[in-house]
């Protein structure tokens, strides 16, 4: 491309994700055994933390809409990862149980998509910030990673099946499940009705075509590693 600039910004070193907004860059720097969450103006060439971790707390991934930050964050004490959002007041739980749950983005001004192992496996949800009540999307054997939604409200995701690793859509029909939250409440008892019927006509992936029965083994977590790698 003629007349193409690249330049690297003048920021802290060691960033392990980021999310942009507008003019806004919002990214996690490792520092030492804590995260820092900051806040770059890409026009003014500001910076500014946000929020500094507790010791081996870990920010994994962020999402940013109208300056509030959704992120998937390992509690140390807990042993869990949850999602929290944090606005002008600070941080918030979304979800609070041993469920993995990580990969948030917006859908809208208030729902977020993420990935959960609610059932073992890795499936696609979305929720209300308000409210905080799960939605399953999807109901995939084989699991979704890195959903990103496009202008249209189709979400994107990687999944695996039993020729390699695929890219599958979600299309926006999925959005008839989040207008029915915003239902005035002398509606609820339909939009609940509603919701459950929704919920039980999530996407069902096909059997795996001639995928190997694989014998059970032994297991042995430790045996191929070079002690040198023990710490």
């Given amino acids: 491309v003629k007349n193409h600039k690249t330049e690297l910004l003048n920021l802290p070193p060691r960033i392990r994700n980021f999310d942009i907004e507008g003019d806004d860059l919002y990214f996690v720097v ?26 081996f707390e870990q920010i994994e991934d962020i999402a940013v809409k109208n300056h509030v930050v959704v992120a998937s964050v390992f509690n140390p004490n807990e ?13 918030h739980d979304l979800t609070q149980d041993k469920h993995l749950e990580m990969s948030p983005f917006w859908i809208d001004e ?44 189709d979400i994107y995701y990687t999944q695996y099946t039993a020729e390699g690793t695929t890219i599958g859509v979600l299309d926006q029909s999925y959005s008839e499940l989040v207008q029915l939250e915003k239902l005035s409440a002398e509606h609820q008892d339909t939009a609940k009705e509603a919701i459950e019927i929704e919920d039980t006509q999530a996407i069902i992936y096909s059997p795996l075509k001639n995928a190997a029965i694989l014998p059970m083994r032994e297991y042995r977590p430790w045996h191929w590693l070079w002690p040198l790698t023990w710490t």
């Fill in 30 to 55: 490792q520092d030492n055994e804590s995260n820092i969450l900051y806040h770059y103006s890409t026009t003014d060439k500001t910076l500014k933390e946000c929020y500094r971790s507790h010791p």
């Fill in 79 to 91: 042993m869990r990862t949850n999602l929290e959002y944090l606005d002008e007041t600070g941080w």
């Fill in 110 to 153: 208030t729902h977020i998509g993420y990935i959960s192992d609610e059932d073992g496996n890795l499936n696609l949800f979305s929720m209300d910030i308000t409210d905080q009540i799960p939605h399953r999307l999807t109901d995939l054997l084989d699991g979704i990673l890195n959903p990103s939604i496009s202008t249209n409200g």
